[in-house]
């Protein structure tokens, strides 16, 4: 089959990225060895994507390097928070026992359950399994033998494991978040909860505790889930003086950056002086760079003079 | 250089002479330095398509953060039907076309930013920190860089991903079908018709 010029000039953006057939390439090269008007066409054609490349816009040199270390931050928070969660679910198999399936409940009974199991290990016991008992996991107080001469008395303090169910709607459930929430030792279940309760920070029992968890939880997964139900509240001024703390505190820059965004979505003049302080002491570029832009939009210098 | 460094450099070469599907089985298995060293491995072109497609370093940062947490968070998923490119960069460009879609929405975009030297081109303002002194790029005129960003604004989403992923990523079109679920012959479709949007846009320039 002969190349015609119609051929060339249609499969010609094949022909410079190398994705024509062998045999096809073969013969539009001869092609355009003996045709000056399609060789002019691939001139034309190479000329363009030069002018493409040139006019890439080029990264700047610290993106690639802020973007691994925010990686690396993120990465490390969930890895953490996977951790605790793979720790509690060696927890609950334990307070279930042998035999004890659990199927998917839902994750409120996995958080009523961790409450509950937190609540035990507190007390370090000496788990048993005791005869005839449904208990979860059972502690043994003390021994004694029996004054009838006959056997021991052993008492025993058990823990009950209880599936609770419901809605967000049903105050005894929120509770059991909100508590699970700032109280759990298990970030994993922290995280959890205080997503469940994102849906709901509307209400302002629940809005303090994400601000708690915002400001003073020790994991950076967990403030950062607290940071998203937050969102739709930047107008409300304490919670701009909460996020205007975290801008300046907070240890993770992914929380930091976040932080900017949610006051961001409301400008204020009163964001220029602790916009202005952040510049002053962050180390992170990305985080500069987001700060410099948000001030050159609000008119304002970088720096403090 | 101490015990705990040299650990850390011998498993950096260890990694790095092994191929990709052993990397991807212990990063599976919860290996920290297999999967930065995957990540390393594809990082840069991510980082490179997000910021041409977004044509913000801001919002190519963000890509990269959630792309790559997708990975970490879904790898165990991950069971080698397709290449770790096609799916992550299938990740990659959805999180890119939502973001092209959002900012359609909400117009946030403008093709202008004004400056105390007046309006200035979005594109001039990012290529400024970053350009130099390179005479082939001074030498491009503001016209024909302008008429260029217009243009592949003007391009359908999907024509504008094949075109990136072609023209700048120099991924086979058969590797981009995948990555965007459908068939080579439609990227190839794609590609053709983005070429001919440029070459009407830019024929009195080239």
Same mark, same amino acid.
């Given at each position: 089959?002969?190349?015609?010029?119609?051929w060339?000039?249609?499969?010609?953006?094949?022909?410079?990225?190398?994705?024509?057939?062998?045999?096809?390439?073969?013969?539009?090269?001869?092609?355009?060895?003996?045709?000056?008007?399609?060789?002019?066409?691939?001139?034309?054609?190479?000329?363009?994507?030069?002018?493409?490349?040139?006019?890439?816009?080029?990264?700047?040199?610290?993106?690639?390097?802020?973007?691994?270390?925010?990686?690396?931050?993120?990465?490390?928070?969930?890895?953490?928070?996977?951790?605790?969660?793979?720790?509690?679910?060696?927890?609950?198999?334990?307070?279930?026992?042998?035999?004890?399936?659990?199927?998917?409940?839902?994750?409120?009974?996995?958080?009523?359950?961790?409450?509950?199991?937190?609540?035990?290990?507190?007390?370090?016991?000496?788990?048993?399994?005791?005869?005839?008992?449904?208990?979860?996991?059972?502690?043994?107080?003390?021994?004694?033998?029996?004054?009838?001469?006959?056997?021991?008395?052993?008492?025993?303090?058990?823990?009950?494991?209880?599936?609770?169910?419901?809605?967000?709607?049903?105050?005894?459930?929120?509770?059991?978040?909100?508590?699970?929430?700032?109280?759990?030792?298990?970030?994993?279940?922290?995280?959890?909860?205080?997503?469940?309760?994102?849906?709901?920070?509307?209400?302002?029992?629940? @809005?303090?505790? &994400?601000?708690?968890?915002?400001?003073?939880?020790? =994991?950076? !997964?967990? +403030? #950062?889930? *607290?940071?998203?139900? $937050?969102?739709?509240?930047?107008?409300?001024?304490?919670? @701009?003086?909460? &996020?205007?703390?975290?801008?300046?505190?907070d240890? =993770?820059? !992914?929380v +930091? #950056?976040? *932080?900017?965004?949610v $006051?961001?979505?409301?400008?204020?003049?009163?964001?220029?002086?602790?916009?202005?302080?952040?510049?002053?002491?962050?180390?992170?570029?990305?985080?500069?760079?987001?700060?410099?832009?948000?001030?050159?939009?609000?008119?304002?210098?970088?720096?403090?003079? | 250089?101490?015990?705990?460094?040299?650990?850390?450099?011998?498993?950096?070469?260890?990694?790095?002479?092994?191929?990709?599907?052993?990397?991807?089985?212990?990063?599976?298995?919860?290996?920290?330095?297999?999967?930065?060293?995957?990540?390393r491995?594809?990082?840069?072109?991510?980082?490179?398509?997000?910021?041409?497609?977004?044509?913000?370093?801001e919002?190519?940062?963000?890509?990269?953060?959630e792309?790559?947490l997708?990975?970490?968070?879904?790898?165990?998923?991950?069971?080698?039907?397709?290449?770790?490119?096609?799916?992550?960069?299938?990740?990659?460009?959805?999180?890119?076309?939502?973001?092209?879609?959002?900012r359609?929405?909400?117009?946030?975009?403008?093709?202008?930013?004004?400056?105390?030297?007046?309006?200035?081109?979005?594109?001039?303002?990012?290529?400024?920190?970053?350009?130099?002194?390179?005479?082939?790029?001074?030498?491009?005129?503001?016209?024909?860089?302008?008429?260029?960003?217009?243009?592949?604004?003007?391009?359908?989403?999907?024509?504008?991903?094949?075109?990136?992923?072609?023209?700048?990523?120099?991924?086979?079109?058969?590797?981009?079908?995948?990555?965007l679920?459908?068939?080579?012959?439609?990227?190839?479709?794609?590609?053709?018709?983005?070429?001919?949007?440029?070459?009407v846009?830019?024929?009195?320039?080239?």
């Open positions: 089959m002969s190349i015609t010029c119609d060339i000039q249609r499969n010609l953006p094949l022909y410079v990225y190398g994705e024509l057939k062998l045999d096809e390439e073969e013969r539009a090269q001869a092609h355009l060895d003996s045709c000056p008007e399609c060789q002019g066409a691939l001139d034309k054609l190479t000329a363009m994507n030069q002018a493409l490349d040139s006019a890439a816009p080029e990264m700047p040199e610290h993106l690639l390097a802020s973007a691994r270390r925010g990686l690396r931050e993120r990465v490390s928070a969930v890895r953490e928070v996977a951790a605790e969660s793979s720790l509690w679910s060696r927890a609950i198999a334990w307070l279930g026992g042998p035999g004890m399936i659990w199927k998917p409940a839902g994750a409120l009974a996995l958080v009523a359950l961790a409450f509950y199991g937190g609540r035990m290990t507190e007390r370090g016991p000496v788990s048993v399994a005791a005869p005839g008992s449904a208990a979860a996991a059972t502690r043994v107080r003390f021994v004694e033998a029996d004054p009838s001469g006959r056997g021991v008395r052993i008492s025993l303090d058990e823990t009950r494991q209880r599936l609770v169910k419901g809605s967000l709607e049903d105050p005894s459930i929120r509770q059991l978040l909100l508590t699970a929430a700032r109280d759990a030792n298990d970030p994993g279940i922290r995280a959890e909860s205080v997503e469940m309760l994102c849906s709901r920070s509307g209400e302002s029992e629940i @809005r303090d505790a &994400l601000l708690y968890a915002v400001e003073h939880d020790a =994991n950076a !997964g967990v +403030r #950062t889930k *607290a940071l998203g139900g $937050l969102k739709a509240f930047s107008k409300d001024k304490q919670t @701009r003086q909460v &996020l205007t703390r975290v801008l300046l505190k240890s =993770n820059s !992914g +930091r #950056t976040q *932080a900017i965004d $006051l961001t979505q409301t400008p204020s003049q009163d964001m220029v002086a602790p916009l202005q302080e952040l510049m002053r002491r962050e180390d992170n570029d990305y985080v500069r760079m987001r700060t410099q832009r948000v001030l050159s939009q609000m008119n304002a210098s970088p720096g403090i003079f | 250089m101490d015990v705990s460094g040299e650990l850390v450099q011998t498993a950096r070469v260890h990694w790095a002479s092994m191929d990709e599907s052993s990397l991807i089985r212990a990063a599976q298995k919860g290996d920290q330095e297999a999967f930065e060293q995957l990540v491995s594809y990082d840069q072109g991510v980082l490179r398509l997000a910021n041409r497609l977004l044509r913000s370093t919002d190519a940062y963000d890509i990269y953060q792309a790559f997708r990975v970490y968070k879904n790898l165990g998923n991950f069971r080698f039907d397709c290449s770790f490119q096609t799916w992550l960069y299938r990740i990659v460009t959805n999180l890119c076309l939502d973001a092209l879609r959002k359609k929405v909400r117009k946030e975009e403008p093709a202008t930013i004004d400056t105390s030297d007046g309006p200035r081109d979005r594109m001039s303002l990012v290529e400024d920190g970053a350009a130099g002194n390179d005479p082939q790029r001074n030498l491009l005129s503001a016209e024909v860089k302008s008429r260029i960003d217009s243009t592949l604004r003007g391009l359908t989403p999907r024509e504008r991903m094949v075109f990136e992923m072609r023209h700048y990523e120099g991924m086979r079109l058969r590797a981009i079908g995948e990555t679920g459908t068939t080579e012959e439609a990227a190839k479709n794609c590609l053709f018709r983005a070429t001919q949007k440029m070459r846009a830019l024929g009195e320039f080239v």
